[in-house]
């Protein structure tokens, strides 16, 4: 996190609100998943890890929207923040849709 020097808290405080809203809904998307599925090809271990990583990318996630409203749009997140959290999206989001995928051949092959 990092003080801001712009004249538009508001500005960011816009675009910021909102990309760290989405953050948190895929990140309880993908805590559903992990915590409700057994994922065929990840080993347990990888799934625990996986869900380990994200309940931390939301508490990470959760405390900069807390900073954001406290300081009333004056503390943004420094990119280099977000890129993690970003790949940790895109991870979920593979796993989610090779998991549908499966589930679907899987269905399509029954009797």
């Not at 538009?8 to 409700?36: G, H, M, N, V």
């Amino acid at each position: 996190m990092s003080g801001s020097s712009t004249p538009e808290p508001d500005l960011l405080k816009a675009l910021l609100e909102p990309l760290l809203e989405d953050f948190q809904y895929w990140f309880e998307r993908s805590q559903t998943l992990l915590e409700s599925q057994p994922i065929s090809f990840l080993s347990n271990e990888q799934q625990a890890d996986l869900l380990a990583r994200v309940l931390q990318a939301q508490r990470e996630v959760q405390t900069a929207q807390l900073l954001l409203r406290a300081t009333d749009g004056k503390v943004g997140v420094e990119a280099a923040v977000m890129v993690p959290w970003h790949s940790l999206v895109t991870e979920c989001w593979q796993v989610s849709s090779r998991f549908r995928l499966e589930r679907i051949q899987s269905q399509d092959s029954e009797p």
